[in-house]
């Protein structure tokens, strides 16, 4: 597994590098917005690290100029404003972490996300099935009446959900415990970001994932 670290401070990234290579992950480290986008472009890793408060291009912008590449990202900030955490997520961060924190817990958190995209479990090929859309467990592909969709791992970690349990409603809590791991600690305001932007994805069969007042969301495809 190779792990993108973007932060401008040496430190803070050697400490994060000695952690991870411990787990037995592979590196690579670099220091500016223009430098990340780059690396992220050439090696393709499994993840990134991405500090918000950059040189030249920040966090931000990051996210903008790779979410095309669907690699999942863990937003590392010293802001505790729940504003930068959101629109991180809403440019397609999948998680947060504020600095300081743990490395045990920034190791948890790694992992979890890795094992909802299957870099940690191998499944056998399936298909799902529901209505229009068609979805690719083990290339992770998904497909709207034949025509591929670009989903974010957390969008297609969420459709998945749904699509696997048709008609059943979810809470926020059980999302967040479902899709981003026990591990997680975030605000239900993640989960209605992250479905605006599946919605959003669904097109013309956005009305497929159903608001259920007070409780959560559930997926109906109308027959």
Known sequence: MKVLIVDDEPAIVDLIKINLELEGFETQCCHSGKEAVQSAQSINPDL???????????????????????????????????????????LGADDYITKPFDGRELIARIKTILRRIDKYNVKDDTN???????????????FIDGIEASLTPKEFDLLLLFCENQR?????????????????IGDSRTVDIH???????????????????????????AI
């Not at 409603?169 to 591990?183: A, D, H, P, Q």
């Not at 479905?195 to 109906?220: A, D, M, N, P, W």
């Open 128 to 142: 799902i099935i529901a209505g229009p859309i068609s979805i690719n467990t083990t290339e992770r592909l998904v």
């Open 48 to 90: 990134i690290l991405l500090d918000i408060m950059l040189p030249d291009l920040n966090g931000f912008e990051v996210c903008k100029a790779i979410q095309d590449l669907n690699i999942p990202i863990i937003m590392l900030t010293a802001k505790n404003d729940i504003k930068d955490k959101l629109y991180g997520l809403e």
């Open 195 to 221: 479905v605006q932007r599946l919605r959003r994805k669904l097109g013309s069969y956005s009305h497929f994932v159903k608001t259920i007042f007070g409780i959560g969301y559930k997926l109906e495809v």
């Open 168 to 184: 059943k409603v979810f809470s926020r809590e059980n999302i967040l415990e479902l899709v981003w791991g026990y591990e997680y």
